[in-house]
């Protein structure tokens, strides 16, 4: 895929939805504004990193908040200046091109539109290959890169830099500044070349969504399924969606009732584990989806309703977080739950091991 | 002397006259406007005993007058009309603006609004355009900085261009509101116009009677309410159906298949209500506010029985009534199934929702759903529901992801009868 032109904007976004496993944001304003940017802009240009030189600076971005805060104030044009010219002066050079950080709705428009608003091509690859809800749980942390520096650019002109530190530390720094800005927020991470992303090698993540979108265009899950390698996990209806927040952290549960028995995806931002009558059938870092059944439209698990008849879908994510040091980042244990990780085939061997 | 209630359904061209007790006293069955309809019916009736109409009028198509869209607050990435169509945003839009100003999502002001750049506005619509549709980011949060700008273009506008608020609109997203106001503003003309005409077609036959639309939820809006917010009765013949279908059979709650058409359509009304599907209604392919009740459509292969199933899945002893012809054991088969829309209207209830994020950093969860609770209430009174009636929905939580604030999105409805006119 060389540029993202308007007809393929329904495409990636509704693939970028697969990538974020039940959160990632509400499709709708991706989609919008992808269209706004093409429109003003024409259709954006996608490079891979061989095509720049290797030590060409680029401009990791990612879009910090909450959906429901995003769907009122998205991002301004005006933010995407203020992030450049932030990360260029701490740098001492230019940026090449724009990186997302992460794959999911919004997170794929956003840097797709920041490029288009900085005249930039937007690299066709990503650090994360799925939502994830931190900045440092990325494939190029796992490759031993720090996070930091960490840039955050509110909508009001606030600009907040944070320079050094534990990743962990300044993963909870950066949403510490995020309620001040009204929950949303511009930023970028990570001191990143093209000769970096060369070698990290997570290729081809929006032409993946526009692949996988355009599966999900056609009747049924099965053209979906082939497209990303996953399985039906079960069929259900919607009994009961809740949630509560124990620990400051949103928790929740969708119990489903099958044909074999009550189902339960516990989530938090995105579905993390799936299970049947107490047997895990698939847990994060692999992707669980949940699409409608009449519409076959991949869903956000806090829109879902009860009584809806829905699929779980599980798949596959990169090679590279099924290592020790993946699943200690984002294996269930990471996000709170004592569980061991099962693959979307129900496996639970490490990479390498199969 | 006893009341009768008219339920006018221009769609299909059915009219029905029902006593206090829901029975049918008269109907007519034609071709022809909502006044037509009226007109035919009360041939039949007492004009005089007509207390309240409630109508079903032909869907607009969305194509309107020329107006003005002001944004307060919100992403110059994603301009008003950004991702339309193009020849809908090129035949609605007149002047377009974003200025300073707007809420976060606790309620306080993002900028102060700039009323300066308001006034440029509206000076630029003048002459210019029919109406005015005014949008401002977390305008439900607060509501302050449009209506002080609504307040401003009235000023200059006059009383003849109307304005819409995104606020009137219960939803989260300000693109979702935006469009709303901004269709709801550019039908304006058009759906003043035939609503004043059926009002005057009412209140020739009776001065004392009231006039309600039906709302795309089954409930019913005032005529004055009505007549701001086009969009918000899209789908009503199919919600009055629903809801008919159920009177005709003397069941308060049931499962509806409608297979008259060339597809069938399997829907539940419980409570006075239809459930939510969660997804958002469109209209001329825009994203508007208006959630979609959960209905499931099947053609002439699509399992019935299964489809039955999904839609009592919950109250598992909700009976079946069925309007047209499938092969369906142990459906109730009405009679005067054809009046089922119109019957519907007749019996409609008022309804009020509230759908919006609620800051709890001081008064907590309990709090926040008391006044989620109560502007539920409150919106159902405005729509024309007896306070002493109303029931209400279990507030639904969502509470933010990826941020730990004390935030949550409630949604909540109460519904009941319509208040009663005092007997003189």
Redesign the interface.
Known sequence: MEHVAESAIDDVVRGAVHFGSG?GG?P??G???L???V?RHGPIPLVTAAELPPDALVLPVVS??????L????????E?ETLRTAVEARAGRKCAAVLPIQLGSVNVAVPL?VAA?LGLPCLDLDLMRRTL?SIDLTLLRLAGFSVSPITVVG??GVVAEFSQGSDAVLGELV?AV??PL??VALISAYRVTAGDCARLGAVGSISECARIGAALAEPGYEPYLRACGGRLVCTG?V?EVL???SD???R?VVSL?TPEGFARIDF??ENLIVSREGTVLATVPDLIAVADA?TSALTQT????????VHVLASPVDERWHTPEGHAAAGPRAFGYAVDPVRFDGSTSLAGAR | MSVVRVGLDAVSGRAAALDETSRIVASYRGTGSAARLLDALLAKVDAEAVDRVVAILPEPVPTGSRIGILRI???????PL??WPVEMSTALAGPVATVRG?H??DGTA??PLDLPAVAEFARRCVGNVRAVAVSG??GLENPDHEQQAATLLAEVLGPDVPVRKGSETEA?????RENTAVLDASLAEFTRTRIEELGTAVRKHNPKAELYLVRGDGTVLPELAAQRHATACLGAARAALLHGAARLAGVPAAVVVDATGSQTVVGTTHGGLL????A?REFGGI?IGWRLP?L?VLDREGSLPAAVA??R??HDDLPVVLIGDRPLPDAIRPPDADLAAAVGAATAEAAGSVDR?FWQGAGGREDSAARARQLARDAAIRAGADPRTLRETPVK?????????P?A?LQATAVGPILEPVAP
């Open positions: 959160g509400d709708y304003l989609q919008q504004l269209v706004a940017a429109r910090g908040g909450t959906p429901h805060t769907v009122e104030k998205a991002h301004s044009t005006v995407a539109a608003e809800p909508g009001s949403r995020l309620p009204g929950l209806t009994a949630q509560h927040s400051g952290w949103p929740g009732d938090q931002n009449d806090v829109d879902l309703a009860v009584g809806q008849e | 607050g919100g992403a110059t990435a994603l301009p950004a991702g707007g976060e999502y993002s900028a980011v977390h989260i997203g300000l693109l979702e459930p939510e599907s969660g958002h994203r959960r499931t999904r839609a899945y919950g994020i939580e969502a509470l933010m992801t990826y941020v730990p604030v935030a999105r």
